[in-house]
């Protein structure tokens, strides 16, 4: 890798953006627990995190179905508790990189001062 940043600053940086593609899909399994047939979406993190590091992409292809229940009446499969515990864990997962991020920034600020 070439440049200021390391392999850890990259992963933590894909691991963000996971966090972000993750969010819209959450938001939009709960915009949509009403609509007939949805079936939700959510993100296979790991998977798409280790996909990210070898071709230095975050791809829509992260995304997949995920149904929290068998289809109702309407073939609806989104359950409102469940997205609401994933989006509790990813706020948590999103705030842990950011904090991280901040961090080895800091860092290379400090190198770059020359501990001033």
Do not use: C, W
């Amino acid at each position: 890798m070439s440049g200021i940043f390391d392999a850890t600053t990259t992963m933590i940086g894909h691991g963000l953006n996971l966090s972000l593609t993750r969010q819209n899909a959450l938001n939009a399994n709960v915009a949509n627990m009403d609509t007939p047939g949805y079936t939700p979406r959510d993100v296979d993190f790991a998977a798409a995190l280790e996909r990210a590091m070898e071709t230095n992409t975050v791809s829509a292809e992260a995304l997949i179905e995920r149904p929290d229940k068998a289809p109702g009446v309407d073939g609806n499969q989104v359950d409102l508790d469940m997205q609401m515990a994933r989006l509790s864990q990813n706020a948590t997962l999103y705030t842990a990189s950011s904090k991280a991020m901040s961090r080895k920034l800091a860092m290379l600020k400090y190198v770059i001062s020359e501990g001033a």
